[in-house]
Nanobody
Framework: VQLQASGGGLVQAGGSLRLSCAAS????????IGWFRQAPGKEREWVSC??????????YYSDSVKGRFTISRENAKNTVYLQMNSLKPEDTAVYYC?????????????????WGKGTQVTVSS
């Protein structure tokens, strides 16, 4: 099982980035995926997750990103995306994607596994 996040970079406040999480080694369409982030000196925090559904997945967001970030999945490409708009300096962090170990959405990082290597997002003011 492998997940790899990509798409990070340096952007000015108010800008946008789209992160991708490419997955392999498991039945992608049968598992939820979560995004987390970790800023220097802080705990890793949940950002968003998307559940599994062959016809219509459900998405969830932390209060800090709701209305600015959008998670989506493309099962044909085994990829989950995180579209980040109206970025703020406080969004600066390393972003990780991970495989949900549960059959329902969770904000607890203990409920996720197969963490991918993160991608750095830096938002300048």
């Amino acid at each position: 099982v492998q997940l790899q996040a990509s798409g990070g970079g340096l952007v000015q406040a108010g800008g946008s980035l789209r992160l991708s999480c490419a997955a392999s080694g498991f039945a992608f369409d049968l598992h939820g995926i979560g995004w987390f982030r970790q800023a220097p000196g802080k705990e890793r925090e949940w950002v968003s997750c998307i559940t599994v559904s062959r016809s219509d997945a459900s998405d969830y967001y932390s209060d800090s990103v709701k209305g600015r970030f959008t998670i989506s999945r493309e099962n044909a490409k085994n990829t989950v995306y995180l579209q980040m708009n109206s970025l703020k300096p406080e969004d600066t962090a390393v972003y990780y994607c991970a495989l949900s170990l549960l059959g329902y959405p969770s904000m607890d990082k203990a409920d996720y596994g197969s963490w991918g290597k993160g991608t750095q997002v830096t938002v300048s003011s």
